[in-house]
């Protein structure tokens, strides 16, 4: 595919006439024609005063080759190399409504199923997708008491946000709104680096993703442990975990709009108990409690895990962008809102529980919510935490799944994996995907807490490097492309941006155990070689590989920063 040729608009009103259109809405520009089709077209684009975009319909007729005809007549002194100077940087949850696009990419009136707007997820969903994607509430945080004490967990449950995730999550704002489709990150460092490098990056979130899914049925059993005894080891152990795994990968196959509303319930009512417990605990608090330090005794290993385990992820939702209704817009203000929720569901818990109790360090962990609602509101209140507790699993494990799932849909889309990965079910979802990221979290279940946490941590720490040199390089290379939403700080500043987080990335793989290196190590190994396999079977046509024509051209990025825009 020859490199695509941008042009800068402003919004104008579309014809919704017999003549196919492009809506500002869409994430990704609709098929130009059929895979293996010959076709001669000419777009026809003027530029008139005010910058208003009118484009002819194409004319196609079907050849045995392909004659390309671009006609562009621009009025005034507009050009493209002085379009960056056009759209200025927006405050996060706000767009600049400028936009992009390739002259050599035409719409079409046909699309998949889930293109329909009215299937597509809308803000109040999406804010609590992203909200399952980090966090799912408080539970899970009580290890970072057992490891450093009242204070220092506190401390980083305000702190760490600002270190790692607002860059990261200001940084999604820009690359998902840059890239709205379903390859997410994957796209992002393809676009920069080249493809070798996005198939690295997708082969190490996809799996640092179906390790934390692994987290998920442990975690839901370990909260009715106490209260089903039975589900504490053995074969009913594994006969539930294998019974909610498939329950829940259904729910995934139904469709990401199901998805997205069972989120928002599960949500509230996982929220609300704490809220209660909050109110309860207020005339019990002690806050001399909240002061309880000891340097000497604190597990840095434990501590930075838990923290980072809580508060990453924030990008994950990137891989749903093709699935979001108007991700220009929608998607910068969804991080907004699910960063003030993640935050505060994480800090006001902590606060009003360590205020509320005597310390005893070491029963701070998993699932001691539970038991600090037995002592502050009674045996109803332990219940409903201990059932939010559940619901919030089940809410991180089928949004993790989504995730994961179009992820790989996305990397199909992109010729990147086999074609039978980018088919969708009749419910739209990506049944290929689904199937395989719910048999890697069966095979990973077996895995104890502190190892599943500490291997996709190490893992997600690579991948994040590489999107950190992606959104670097790109803002150094490329600085016309089309950003709706751009992080308000020049070339020095995106740079300093990224110097926190790459700095905790550092401390968090050097606490890595020899153990969680040495897997973590072999499992990168395994996607350097993975991918020349992968090229390999293309060229010798064993499974079939494409690329989707609806998608703009990304690899020769590297030669042309034109071929980056929509």
């Not at 270190?163 to 999604?172: D, G, K, M, N």
């Not at 074969?235 to 795994?245: E, W």
């Amino acid at each position: 595919m020859a490199p695509t040729t941008a042009i800068l608009t402003t919004p104008s009103k579309r014809s919704t006439e017999a003549s196919p259109t492009l809506s500002p809405a869409d994430p990704t520009p609709p098929s130009i024609f059929p895979a293996k089709t010959s076709v001669d077209f000419t777009n026809k684009v003027t530029v008139a005063d005010g910058g208003k975009l009118k484009a002819s319909t194409p004319e196609l007729s079907a050849k045995s080759s392909v004659e390309g005809t671009n006609k562009v007549n621009v009025d005034g002194d507009e050009k493209l190399k002085n379009a960056d100077n056009r759209h200025p940087s927006v405050a996060m949850g706000h767009n600049s409504d400028v936009e992009y696009i390739g002259i050599t990419e035409s719409p079409s009136p046909t699309s998949l199923p889930t293109n329909n707007n009215s299937k597509r997820i809308s803000i109040l969903p999406l804010i609590f997708l992203i909200f399952y994607e980090v966090s799912g509430g408080p539970f899970g945080v009580e290890d970072s008491v057992r490891a450093a004490g009242p204070l220092l967990a506190l401390i980083g449950f305000l702190v760490f946000p600002f270190i790692w995730s607002v860059p990261e999550a200001l940084i999604t704002a820009e690359m998902g709104t840059m890239f709205p489709e379903d390859g997410g990150y994957v796209v992002w460092v393809s676009s920069a680096l080249g493809p070798y490098w996005g198939f690295q990056q997708g082969w190490m979130k996809w799996l640092s993703g179906v390790i934390d899914n692994a987290l998920y049925p442990v975690l839901f059993l370990d909260y009715l442990k106490s209260g089903i005894p039975a589900l504490a080891d053995g074969y009913p152990r594994v006969l539930a975990v294998l019974a909610l795994t498939i329950a829940l990968t259904y729910m995934n196959f139904r469709g990401l709009t199901i998805v997205g509303w069972v989120a928002v319930l599960l949500g509230i009512f996982s929220l609300v108990p704490f809220v209660i417990m909050g109110f309860i605990s207020i005339p019990k608090i002690e806050p001399e409690r909240w002061l309880v330090v000891d340097l000497h005794v604190v597990d840095w290993n434990l501590y930075l895990n838990t923290l980072f385990w809580n508060l990453n992820y924030w990008d994950s939702i990137s891989t749903l962008a093709g699935e979001v209704h108007n991700p220009k817009k929608t998607l910068p203000k969804a991080l907004f809102y699910a960063l003030i929720l993640v935050v505060s569901g994480y800090f006001l818990p902590l606060l009003t529980s360590t205020g509320a109790v005597p310390l005893h360090r070491g029963q701070w962990t998993d699932g001691y919510f539970s038991d600090v609602a037995m002592i502050v509101g009674g045996v109803w209140l332990r219940w409903w935490i201990q059932a939010g507790a559940a619901m919030s699993n089940m809410g991180m494990f089928v949004t993790e799944m989504s995730s994961d799932s179009f992820q790989l849909l996305g990397m199909a889309e992109r010729g990147m994996l086999p074609e039978f990965f980018a088919k969708r079910s009749r419910y739209g979802t990506p049944s290929i995907g689904i199937l395989f990221s719910a048999s890697g979290v069966i095979l990973l279940s077996w895995l104890s807490f502190q190892e599943i946490v500490a291997a996709e941590n190490f893992l997600y720490c690579f991948g994040m490097i590489l999107e950190f040199i992606a959104f670097v390089r790109l803002r150094m290379k490329y600085p016309a492309a089309s950003r709706p939403y751009k992080i308000p700080v020049g070339t020095i500043g995106s740079v300093l941006l990224c110097v926190p987080p790459t700095i905790l990335i550092c401390v968090v793989l050097a606490l890595s155990s020899i153990k969680v290196l040495v897997v973590s190590m072999i499992a990168i190994v395994i996607g350097l070689g993975l991918q020349p396999l992968l090229k390999y079977v293309e060229r010798k046509r064993w499974v079939k590989f494409s690329t989707s024509a609806d998608l703009p051209e990304l690899y020769n990025a590297h030669e042309n920063s034109e071929s980056l825009v929509y």
